[in-house]
Every structure is written in C-alpha cells, then in structure tokens.
C-alpha cells in the first residue's frame, strides 16, 4: 500500500521537500498544495530576478551563525545538507553555479528562471502532483492519520 504525503507550500523549500520525499519513496504519492495560482513565485523574483540558490560557506557553524534567530538550530541540517550537496543537487540536474565576491551563488544563467525550470522539472520527473489554488485552512489529527481542510470546503487525507 503506497503512503500519500502532502506538503503545504509551493515554494522552494516544498519543492525540494517533495521532490526529495518522491525520489527517496517512489511507491508514494507525494502533493504539493499551494494557495496561489503558481507555483515557485518567489523564487522567480528572488536574488532582483537571477535567484540567490546559496552561500559559498561550506562550515555550517559559520553558515548559521549569518542567521540571527534560530541559527544554532539550523547547524544540524546544515551538516546533513549543506551548500556543497545545494551546489552538487543542481549540477547534477544541468544547472551549474557561479560564486559572486561576496559568497553568494547564482545559476551561472543568472536567471532565476533557470531554478524555476529544474525544480519544476524534477517534480514531474518524479511525479509529483502539483495542486494550485488549494489553500490549507486546518490540519487536524484523524484516527487513521491526517486531514487537510482546504479554504472551498474541500478535504485531503494522509494516513500517519
């Protein structure tokens, strides 16, 4: 029996998320629900439209110690999955990096598109399903798992 998992958001990190989440357990279906009418919004404009992907400091210590609040937090994701494996993910799906003066790195395109297209692309490629205009109003815990109750009165369910 495949496991259905959803991810809330579809931005960047749902992507990623999901995309991971698919290729690690391809016998699941894996959705994205986002409440807008598209997906990767953000990341389209981020980085003034060339898409800041990461930082070319590769001691996660250093790395969190540049996030104010709840930096220590992110040491241990950032030795599981740090700038090196970031940098590594996107080559290997055809999208070098360029390192810019001041450490930040941007698809050598310098187009953010360009990381719109290969999330975009590795969703499908792993099928993720991809639902815009869903938007999530509750979350409660069902019996068998989860139910999602989404802003038109409709339901999504997950077993837990």
Request: glycine share 14%.
């Given at each position: 029996m495949s496991k259905r998992v959803i991810i809330?958001?579809?931005?960047?990190?749902?992507?990623?998320?999901?995309?991971?989440?698919?290729?690690?357990?391809?016998?699941?279906?894996?959705?994205?629900?986002?409440?807008?009418?598209?997906?990767?919004?953000?990341?389209?404009?981020?980085?003034?439209?060339?898409?800041?992907?990461?930082?070319?400091?590769?001691d996660p210590k250093e790395l969190a110690s540049y996030y104010p609040r709840g930096g220590q937090a992110l040491v241990g994701p950032f030795n599981r999955f740090s700038p090196a494996e970031t940098i590594g993910w996107f080559d290997a799906r055809g999208v070098p990096l360029k390192t810019e003066a001041d450490g930040r790195m941007f698809p050598v395109t310098d187009r953010s598109q360009t990381i719109v297209d290969c999330l975009g692309n590795a969703a499908r490629a792993a099928r993720v399903?991809?639902?815009?205009?869903?938007?999530?109003?509750?979350?409660?815990?069902?019996?068998?798992?989860?139910?999602?109750?989404?802003?038109?009165?409709?339901?999504?369910?997950?077993?837990?």
């Open positions: 809330v958001g579809g931005g960047a990190a749902g992507f990623f998320a999901a995309i991971t989440c698919a290729e690690n357990a391809p016998d699941s279906e894996v959705i994205v629900l986002e409440k807008g009418p598209r997906f990767l919004g953000k990341v389209a404009i981020s980085g003034g439209g060339r898409c800041n992907v990461t930082h070319a400091c590769f399903g991809l639902r815009p205009q869903q938007e999530v109003i509750a979350v409660e815990r069902t019996p068998a798992g989860f139910r999602l109750r989404l802003k038109w009165a409709q339901t999504w369910s997950v077993s837990g």
